[in-house]
C-alpha cells in the first residue's frame, strides 16, 4: 500500500511539473528597457534617447507646430510604436516618467501612457494613461482624473467623461517627472491598472470600445508633455 501511495504522488508530482512547463511555454516574455531606437518607429513627433534621473531612456518629444499632416491621430498625440509587437490578452508593464514640458499650457499634465491593440498605423486603439500632476494636486476633483482610459479614434476622453462621468479615470497618487510604474493587464474586453507595484488596480475598464482585438504596443504621449519610457516588458497569454 505504501508503494502504492509513493507512486501515485510521483505521478503527481510529474503531471503538476508538465502543467507548469506548459503554463511556462503559453506565456511567452518580452522585455525591452528602452534605452536604444531598435524596433521602434515615431508617429507625430520624434523618439530620442536620452539620460533622465541615472538612466538611458527612450524620449519623446513633439512637433512645435502640429501632427504630420497625413496622419489621422489627434494633433496632441505622438507615439512611440513598437514595431514588432503583435498583443492580444496578458500583461504589459513599463515605467514612465512625465511632466509638462517649458512653456506648455497651463492646463498641461503631463500626459503619458501607453496604447495596446493599436491598429492602422495608430489610428485606432486602447489608451491608458496619467495626468501626473492631478495625483497631488490640492484640488479632489482633479485627483479623481489622475489615470485615464479612452479609445482612439471614437471614444476620447472628453467623450467619455462626458457620457459616464467617473467611470473611465480614477485618483492615484503620482509626482509628476518621477519615474513610475505602469501595469495593465489585459483580457478580452477588460483591462486593469496598476501602479508601482500595488496588489490592487487602480482603474478597472470592463468594455474595452474596440472589443476582443488584436494589435501593436505603443508608447504614448501628448505633445506638451516631456516623456520619458523605460524598460517595457510584455507577457503574452492565450
Not at 63 to 71: G, V
Request: hydrophobic letters at 40%; one cysteine or more; aromatic letters at 6%.
Amino acid at each position: 500500500m505504501r508503494k502504492v501511495r509513493a507512486l501515485a504522488s510521483l505521478i503527481g508530482l510529474v503531471l503538476a511539473a508538465i502543467v507548469l512547463l506548459a503554463q511556462t511555454k503559453a506565456t511567452p516574455v518580452a522585455t525591452t528597457p528602452l534605452d536604444s531606437l531598435h524596433g521602434l518607429e515615431a508617429v507625430n513627433g520624434k523618439a530620442e534617447i536620452a539620460t533622465y534621473r541615472g538612466r538611458r531612456a527612450l524620449h519623446l518629444v513633439g512637433w512645435p507646430d502640429k501632427a504630420a499632416p497625413d496622419h489621422p491621430l489627434d494633433d496632441a498625440s505622438m507615439l512611440a510604436i513598437v514595431t514588432g509587437s503583435a498583443f492580444h490578452n496578458g500583461t504589459i508593464e513599463v515605467e514612465v516618467a512625465g511632466a509638462p514640458r517649458t512653456g506648455a499650457p497651463e492646463d498641461s499634465r503631463g500626459f503619458i501612457g501607453l496604447v495596446f491593440r493599436a491598429q492602422d498605423h495608430g489610428a485606432r486603439g486602447e489608451n491608458i494613461y496619467l495626468r501626473p500632476t492631478n495625483g497631488r494636486a490640492d484640488d479632489q476633483l482633479r485627483r479623481n482624473h489622475s489615470t485615464q482610459y479612452e479609445s482612439i479614434p471614437d471614444f476620447p476622453w472628453h467623450r467619455l467623461r462626458k457620457e459616464s462621468p467617473g467611470v473611465y479615470e480614477s485618483y492615484v497618487d503620482l509626482e509628476a517627472g518621477a519615474w513610475t510604474k505602469m501595469k495593465i493587464v489585459v483580457s478580452g474586453t477588460k483591462a486593469q491598472l496598476y501602479i508601482n507595484g500595488t496588489n490592487q488596480p487602480c482603474l478597472i475598464v470592463d468594455d474595452l470600445k474596440l472589443g476582443d482585438t488584436h494589435g501593436q504596443i505603443a508608447l504614448w504621449a501628448h505633445s506638451t508633455t516631456d516623456a520619458y519610457f523605460s524598460n517595457l516588458t510584455v507577457s503574452a497569454a492565450n
